[in-house]
């Protein structure tokens, strides 16, 4: 009996650790995106995602394209472009067609944006 309490506290301290966790390294990759640090805002938000599951939601999906974008990292700025298209349900792709933060990806050969 005394073990299944220590391991349900050990489970719920584990869990409460990555759920305070996250939230901060969102903002962080938020702060490093506003002081143009993109490369590092786009880290950011990875290690974010996998403290999290790789559970993110499609506002912040689009925020680490943008980042990855303006890092001149075209392919993670697609995968995450097209994890929300094609898995969340975005339907705002005229804010993606304007969004300067992609200006970079209109030319791209593998998956430019018209």
């Known amino acids: 009996m005394l073990f299944m309490i220590f391991l349900i506290s050990t489970i719920s301290i584990f869990g409460q650790g990555v759920s305070q966790k996250y939230p901060a390294l969102i903002r962080i990759a938020d702060s490093l995106y506003n002081a143009k640090d993109f490369k590092n805002s786009a880290f950011a938000f990875s290690k974010a995602f996998k403290v999290n599951g790789w559970k993110a939601s499609s506002k912040e999906h689009y925020n680490?394209?943008?980042?990855?974008?303006?890092?001149?990292?075209?392919?993670?700025?697609?995968?995450?472009?097209?994890?929300?298209?094609?898995?969340?349900?975005?339907?705002?792709?005229?804010?993606?067609?304007?969004?300067?933060?992609?200006?970079?990806?209109y030319n791209d050969k593998k998956g430019g944006l018209p």
Do not use: Q, R
């Open 64 to 105: 680490a394209a943008c980042s990855w974008a303006l890092a001149n990292e075209p392919d993670s700025a697609f995968y995450h472009l097209n994890h929300i298209a094609t898995k969340m349900n975005y339907t705002d792709y005229g804010h993606i067609k304007v969004d300067p933060d992609f200006k970079s990806l």
